[in-house]
C-alpha cells in the first residue's frame, strides 16, 4: 500500500519568513509526486515533480525531488497572509486499463501566515 | 472556466434525507472519475473510484448501499449520499482523470469545487 507522511502537520509564521514543508513517500512504480494548496474549496494544483533534482518554481513557491531520499520540499519564501492553507503532497497511483490514475494523500501541513 | 464543476457547493438538510451530488467534467472525457471525503482538520480520503459503463470500486470501510455512484456518461458521475446521518457530515470532493489525450497533460487529476454537506 502506497503511503505519503508530510511533516510538519502545522506551522505557524510571520509574514516575510520562509517555509520548507516536507513530503516523504513510499510507492511501488513511483511515477510522480504532485503538490497541492487547499483552502476553502478543493486543492489546487501546484507542481508536478518527476525527475530527481530539477526545481520547479512559480513565483514565491518551488519544489524539489529526491528520488534516493524518497521525499521532496516545497518552500515559500516570503510568504504572504494569503499563503496560509492546507499543502497537500500527493502519488498517483496507475489503474489498470483506462490509463488513468490514483492518488493517495499525505495528512497535509498546514500553515498559517500572520501578519 | 473550470475543468470540472461539482454541484450543489453546500446542502443542508434533514437526517434521513438521501443527497444526490453531481460531477461534471466539462472540456474532456473522463473514463475514472474518483470520489473523497474530507472531514475538518484531516486530509482527502478516497471513498471510491468511478468507471464509466460498469460498478464502482470502493475503499476499504466505505459502505456501498449507502454511498451510491452512478458513472453513466464519459461526463457525468454521481454520488448519492442515501438516508444520510448527521455523521455524513463532510466536504465531499470529485476528481476526474483525463484518458489519453484528453485534459491537462500535467496534472492526473482535476477536481470540483467540493460539496458541503450538512446533516442536521
Known amino acids: 500500500e502506497d503511503k505519503v507522511v508530510q511533516s510538519p502537520l502545522s506551522l505557524v509564521v510571520h509574514e516575510g519568513d520562509t517555509v520548507t514543508l516536507n513530503c516523504s513517500y513510499e510507492?511501488?512504480?513511483?511515477?510522480?509526486l504532485l503538490w497541492y494548496k487547499q483552502e476553502k474549496k478543493a486543492p489546487t494544483f501546484l507542481f508536478m515533480l518527476t525527475s530527481s533534482g530539477i526545481e520547479k518554481k512559480s513565483g514565491r513557491l518551488s519544489s524539489i525531488l529526491d528520488k534516493k531520499e524518497l521525499s521532496s520540499i516545497l518552500n515559500i519564501t516570503a510568504t504572504q497572509t494569503g499563503d496560509s492553507a492546507i499543502y497537500l503532497c500527493?502519488?498517483?497511483?496507475?489503474?489498470?486499463?483506462?490509463?488513468?490514475?490514483?492518488?493517495?494523500f499525505g495528512k497535509g501541513t498546514k500553515l498559517s501566515v500572520i501578519p | 472556466g473550470a475543468v470540472v464543476s461539482q454541484h450543489p457547493s453546500r446542502v443542508i438538510c434533514k437526517s434521513g434525507t438521501s443527497v444526490k451530488i453531481e460531477c461534471r467534467s466539462l472540456d474532456f472525457q473522463a473514463t475514472t472519475m474518483f470520489w473523497y471525503r474530507q472531514f475538518p482538520k484531516q486530509s482527502l480520503m478516497l471513498m471510491a473510484t468511478?468507471?464509466?459503463?460498469?460498478?464502482?470500486?470502493?475503499e476499504q470501510g466505505v459502505e456501498k448501499d449507502k454511498f451510491l455512484i452512478n458513472h453513466a456518461s464519459l461526463t457525468l458521475s454521481t454520488l448519492t449520499v442515501t438516508s444520510a446521518h448527521p455523521e455524513d457530515s463532510s466536504f465531499y470532493i470529485c476528481s476526474a482523470s483525463s484518458i489519453r489525450g484528453g485534459g491537462r497533460s500535467n496534472q492526473p487529476q482535476h477536481f470540483g469545487d467540493g460539496t458541503r454537506l450538512s446533516i442536521l
Open positions: 468511478s468507471n464509466e459503463g460498469s460498478k464502482a470500486t470502493y
Open positions: 510507492v511501488t512504480n513511483f511515477r510522480s
Open positions: 500527493a502519488v498517483p497511483r496507475s489503474l489498470p486499463g483506462a490509463g488513468s490514475y490514483q492518488l493517495t
